[in-house]
Nanobody, 115 residues
Framework: QAQLVESGGGLVQAGGSLRLSCAAS????????MAWYRQAPGKQRDLVAS???????NYADSVKGRFSISRDNGKNTVFLQMNSLKSEDTAVYYC?????????WGQGTQVTVSS
C-alpha cells in the first residue's frame, strides 16, 4: 500500500516563501503523476499543480508564476516551491499520487499566510 508523507507547511507572512515536500513509499511503478491539491475551510479540494514522471507540469491559474512543482524520481519525492505567497493561499495542502487509476493521498499539511 502506498504511503505519502508531507512536510514543510507552516506560518509565513504575505510575500514570503515555503517549500513543501512529499515522500512516497510503496509505489508499484515510477510511471505516475504526482500532484499537490489544497483545501481552504468551507471550500472544495482543488488542484494546485501536477507533474508526470516525464516532467510535464500543469498549474492552476491562480499560482502560475509563483509556484513551482518538481520531483525526484529516484527518491519518489515531489516538491512544491511557493513564492510570493498571498493570504488566499492559506489552506491545507495535500500530496497526491495517481497510479493505475488509483489516487493516493497524504495526510495534509497546513499553510497559513498572514497579511
Amino acid at each position: 500500500q502506498a504511503q505519502l508523507v508531507e512536510s514543510g507547511g507552516g506560518l509565513v507572512q504575505a510575500g514570503g516563501s515555503l517549500r513543501l515536500s512529499c515522500a512516497a513509499s510503496g509505489l508499484r511503478s515510477p510511471r505516475n503523476t504526482m500532484a499537490w491539491y489544497r483545501q481552504a475551510p468551507g471550500k472544495q479540494r482543488d488542484l494546485v499543480a501536477s507533474i508526470t514522471s516525464g516532467g510535464t507540469t500543469n498549474y492552476a491559474d491562480s499560482v502560475k508564476g509563483r509556484f513551482s512543482i518538481s520531483r525526484d524520481n529516484g527518491k519518489n519525492t515531489v516538491f512544491l516551491q511557493m513564492n510570493s505567497l498571498k493570504s488566499e493561499d492559506t489552506a491545507v495542502y495535500y500530496c497526491n499520487v495517481r497510479l493505475f487509476a488509483t489516487n493516493y493521498w497524504g495526510q495534509g499539511t497546513q499553510v497559513t499566510v498572514s497579511s
